[in-house]
């Protein structure tokens, strides 16, 4: 929206400064409802674009604590935003399996979910580590967790006892 300045130099000329206008005058009144509504328009409108770079950012893996973070919002904002448009959470992952013969990564965040991959479980990392090698699989645990957001389209990860493929969710 424009705001008239030709009346603002009206008054200027009229009363030598705006600060000089006394509050009565109507032109004054009609300005200063003009600029709170382009102050409100503005903040909408700033509203919407932070809001739907919020929800691209959690689409994207980022957790409701670092959008919150890195938006310089409330966690209970990011939150809110993200019960509203249906997003949960991402997964972060500690441990991945190589496949031996084609190279293929599948991760999780406890190595006791890779049971799915073996004929039995174990609760030890040891041992769950040569039974996966048994199976054809290289057992890693990685150096920090790893968010969703950088594994590579086609890489596989567990979550609530099945295998997804990044890309196809």
Known sequence: MRLPYNLIHQLEDKFGS???VPESNPILKKLRQLIFAAEAESKRISQISDDELIVDMLKEGYSNAEVAQ???ITFKRAHSLAVKCHIRA???FKYRVVAIST???IYTGNYRNFSILMAHASDYY????QCLYETGYKLERLSGFVPWRKLKKGDQYILHRKICTKGLD
């Open 18 to 20: 705006l600060a000089l």
């Open 70 to 72: 890195k938006m310089g």
């Open 90 to 92: 991402k997964p972060k």
């Open 103 to 105: 190279g293929q990564l």
């Open 126 to 129: 040891e041992r769950t580590k």
